[in-house]
C-alpha cells in the first residue's frame, strides 16, 4: 500500500488534479469512481495555516492552506494554480480597539459584565486605541453579528473553497471565562433558551416564577454585583450550567450561520473549520457544524515531551467526533521554541498529531504566531530546512496514511522501551499495519532528541497475518530498512536498529 500506485495514492493525485474545480472533493460530494466521499482532509494533507511563497509551498508539499489568505479572487486562483486548496478566514473576537473607539453602535454591541462594562480580551492587552481597549464584541447582538457577516462576505469575496472562523466563541468565550454575557440580547436568548431546556424543578429551585419576566441579572446580582466577585462566585449562581451552554450553543449557531452565508456567497458548498482548541468542551459545540477543526493544541513546550497527554487527547477526541483536525501549537509554545530554538520539540510535534492520525500545520517561515505576558503578539520564522523534510516524508508515503484508522488495542497494547510511545494503524481495505514508532527521549539541555539503539517493539499476534515474515521501517531522515520479524509463541517482535525521532513500521 505504501506503493506510489497504490489506489488510495491515485485517487489523492486525481483529487489534486481537479481541487480547483472545487466541486469535485466537496464533503458528501461523490468523486467519479470514488465509492465513499472524498474527506475534507486526507490523512497525509499537508496544511499551512495562512498563505506563503510559491518556494515554500514547495519545499513543504502543501495541499491546503486553512486558516485564511485566500479572500481575493488572484489569491485564490494562485492557489488552484499550485493544486492547492484554500480559505478566506475572519473572526468573531472583537470589533477591535479603534472601530469600539469611533463606532458608537460597535461600541454598545461588546460583551457585557453583571455590571453593563464591556470585557476587554486579556491577550489583547497590547491593542487599544487612544485608550479603547479590545473588548469582546456580543455574537448575540445584530449590530456585532452584521459585523460579522461583512467579514465572511469580504473573506470569502475570491471564491475561496472554505472558510474558516477565528475565535468562533465571541460572547461564550467572554461568558465562560472573563465573567460577560450580560447584555440585553444575551437575556434574551437565554430567556428562550431556558423555554425549551430547563426543567420544571430546576426553574423552580432557581426562585424562577414567571419565565416570560425573567432577568438573569437579578438572580445573579443576589450572589455578586460587580465582576470580580462573581468570577468567585459563578459556580455557585443557579442555573449556571445552563447559562454556559446556552452561550456555546448560541455560538455554535452564529458560526453554522456564518458558514452558511459563505456558501451563499460563492454560488457551491464551502467547507467551514474554527479554531474549536480541542479537548476544550467549551469548544466541543461547534464541532458538529464544521467539515474539519483547524486549532492551536497546547503542547506544553516548557516541559519538553513530557506533558504531552493534553495534545493526544485533542487528536483522539476529533476522531472520536469524527471530523479531521489540522493543529498549530499554542503562541506560549511558538514563544517557547522561538526563545529557545527547540526544533527537536517542534519534529517531535509533528510526528506525534501524524501518528495519531490527525495532522501539524507546517510552521510558517515568516509568521507563526507568538504570544506571553512579556511580549505580547510577536512572530517566530521558522526555518524550512529544519520541518520540510519532515513533511516532504509524508507526502511521499501517504499510502502508509490515508485510510488508515487507529485500532483498539486496549487488551494488547504493544509493549515498548520506556520514552518511546507506538501507535497502531490499521487500513481495513487491506488489511494493512503500519505502527508509528516515536522517540520521547528529549533532553530539553541540549534541546535534541536522543537517538536509542535497537528498540524492540511487540505485538500481540492476533493483530497480525502470519504471512507476514517482514516489516519495511521508514523514516524521514534515513533511506528504507527491510527486517525480519521474529516470531515468539503469543507475540511478533519487530527491532528497530536506531529510532532517531519517528519510525514508520510497515508490516509486510
Ligand atoms: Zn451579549
Known amino acids: 500500500m505504501c506503493d506510489v500506485n497504490s489506489p488510495s495514492v491515485k485517487w489523492a493525485k486525481a483529487t489534486v488534479l481537479c481541487a480547483s474545480l472545487a466541486i469535485c472533493s466537496m464533503p458528501g460530494i461523490l468523486w467519479a469512481g470514488a465509492t465513499e466521499p472524498e474527506p475534507v482532509l486526507r490523512h497525509s494533507e499537508v496544511v499551512f495555516m495562512y498563505a506563503a511563497s510559491e518556494e515554500a509551498y514547495r519545499a513543504y508539499g502543501a495541499t491546503f492552506v486553512a486558516w485564511g489568505g485566500a479572500e481575493k479572487a488572484e489569491q485564490v486562483k494562485r492557489h488552484h494554480d499550485l493544486g492547492i486548496r484554500c480559505t478566506g478566514s475572519m473572526w468573531c473576537l472583537t470589533a477591535g480597539a479603534e472601530n469600539i ?69 465571541g460572547t461564550a468565550g467572554a461568558a465562560w471565562w472573563q465573567g460577560g454575557g450580560f447584555c440585553d440580547y444575551c437575556m434574551k436568548g437565554f430567556r428562550a433558551y431556558l423555554k425549551t431546556h430547563a426543567t420544571k424543578e430546576q426553574l423552580q429551585q432557581a426562585g424562577v416564577e414567571r419565565i416570560d419576566d425573567f432577568d438573569y441579572r437579578t438572580l445573579v446580582r443576589k450572589y455578586a454585583t460587580t465582576r470580580e466577585a462573581y468570577k468567585k462566585v459563578q459556580r455557585q449562581v443557579p442555573l449556571m450550567d445552563l447559562f454556559l451552554q446556552f452561550h456555546a450553543e448560541a455560538a455554535a449557531e452564529h458560526t453554522r450561520q456564518l458558514g452558511q452565508l459563505a456558501a451563499e456567497v460563492v454560488g457551491h458548498p464551502v467547507w467551514l473549520s474554527a479554531n474549536a482548541c480541542l479537548p476544550n468542551k467549551t469548544h466541543t459545540y461547534v464541532v458538529k457544524y464544521l467539515t474539519h477543526v483547524i486549532c492551536e493544541v497546547g503542547q506544553n513546550a516548557w516541559a519538553g515531551t513530557k506533558d504531552i497527554d493534553h495534545a493526544i487527547e485533542a487528536y483522539e477526541l476529533a476522531t472520536t467526533l469524527g471530523k479531521p483536525l489540522a493543529a498549530t501549537a499554542s503562541g506560549q509554545d511558538w514563544a517557547f521554541v522561538k526563545q529557545n530554538n527547540c526544533e527537536d520539540l517542534v519534529r517531535f510535534w509533528i510526528a506525534l498529531a501524524y501518528a495519531h492520525g490527525q495532522r501539524f500545520m507546517a510552521p510558517h517561515p515568516q509568521r507563526q504566531w507568538c504570544f506571553n505576558d512579556k511580549l505580547g503578539t510577536h512572530w517566530y520564522a521558522a526555518p524550512v530546512e529544519a520541518y520540510a523534510p519532515l513533511y516532504r516524508f509524508i507526502r511521499a508515503n501517504a499510502g502508509c496514511l490515508d485510510g488508515f484508522e487507529a485500532i483498539d488495542v486496549k487488551d494488547h497494547k504493544p509493549t515498548a522501551p520506556a520514552n518511546v510511545l507506538v501507535t497502531v494503524r490499521k487500513n481495513s481495505a487491506s488489511n494493512q499495519i503500519v505502527l508509528h514508532v516515536l522517540n520521547r527521549d528529549y533532553d530539553a539541555g541540549t534541546k535534541s532528541i536522543k537517538p536509542l539503539p535497537n528498540v524492540d517493539v511487540s505485538l500481540d499476534k492476533s493483530l497480525i497475518s502470519a504471512a507476514q515474515p517482514q516489516a519495511k521501517l521508514l523514516s524521514y531522515d534515513r533511506p528504507p530498512q527491510q527486517v525480519d520479524l521474529i516470531q515468539n509463541a503469543g507475540t511478533v517482535r519487530v527491532r528497530i536498529p536506531e529510532l532517531k525521532l519517528w519510525t514508520l513500521v510497515v508490516l509486510e
Open 101 to 169: 473607539h469611533k463606532d458608537p453602535k460597535l461600541r454598545a454591541a461588546c460583551a457585557v459584565d453583571i455590571e453593563g462594562k464591556p470585557v476587554e480580551v486579556p491577550w489583547l492587552f497590547d491593542h487599544t486605541y487612544e485608550g479603547t481597549r479590545s473588548y469582546f464584541g456580543c455574537t448575540n447582538n445584530p449590530e456585532f453579528q452584521r459585523l460579522c457577516r461583512e467579514r465572511v462576505r469580504e473573506a470569502m469575496a475570491g471564491g475561496a473553497d472554505g472558510l474558516h472562523v477565528d475565535d468562533h466563541l
